[in-house]
């Protein structure tokens, strides 16, 4: 179970003033699946408008109704899971700075996620600091780790290389009391009733 705390934790931060979020990096799909363009750019050096749009696709995945639209799971152990498992990590620790990590996980996704129109693949880079809680104001600020983590999203396109609101994406690691929790993933679907599985197929064991 996810608790609610913890996810207002990360999305407190998600404004313009008060993001960590490093890179942000993205492939424009075709309906087939096909790559039609990527970027991939230091998060700090997007316009005020686009961060704004940019931090609500963002926010949109841990902002969700908890254990409902964003449910936790295990992270799938078998031999495709542990491939995927081992992207992510690429992915996290180099910041987002391969595109060929970048673009075997485009790829990926393009694979099995079914769509009638254009659509865009986003994957967000943050470190937080995660502070002390504790009534001892010496050690009020201090860190007790640093959380690195990257959410993921679907999104159809509502303009030219303009993506909507997201459909389905990820959280991972997860984040559990405050904590780092690499054994498992925090899945969001728009619409619970009717999933896109595209990440579950993706995470975890079938």
Known sequence: MINREDMLELTRRMTPSRTSFTRVAGGYMEPDGEIDESFNVNFLNLSAAEKEKNLAIAKAVPFAATNVNLRSYAFGDGAE????????????????????????????VGARY????????????????????????ERQGESEEVYEYLIGAVAPL?????????????????????????????????DPEHKIPVFEELFLTR
């Open 158 to 190: 509502v303009g030219e290389y303009e993506p909507g609101r997201p459909v389905c994406g990820f959280l991972y690691p997860a984040f559990a009391d405050r904590s780092t929790d690499d054994a498992h993933v925090a899945i969001f679907q728009a």
């Open 114 to 137: 079914r769509s009638r129109e254009p659509y865009a693949i986003l994957v967000f880079h943050d470190r937080y600091d995660v502070p002390v809680k504790a009534s001892d104001k």
């Open 81 to 108: 899971q542990r491939k995927m498992r081992q992207l992510l990590y690429g992915m996290r620790e180099c910041g987002l700075k391969n595109d060929a990590l970048l673009y075997t996980f485009y790829e990926l």
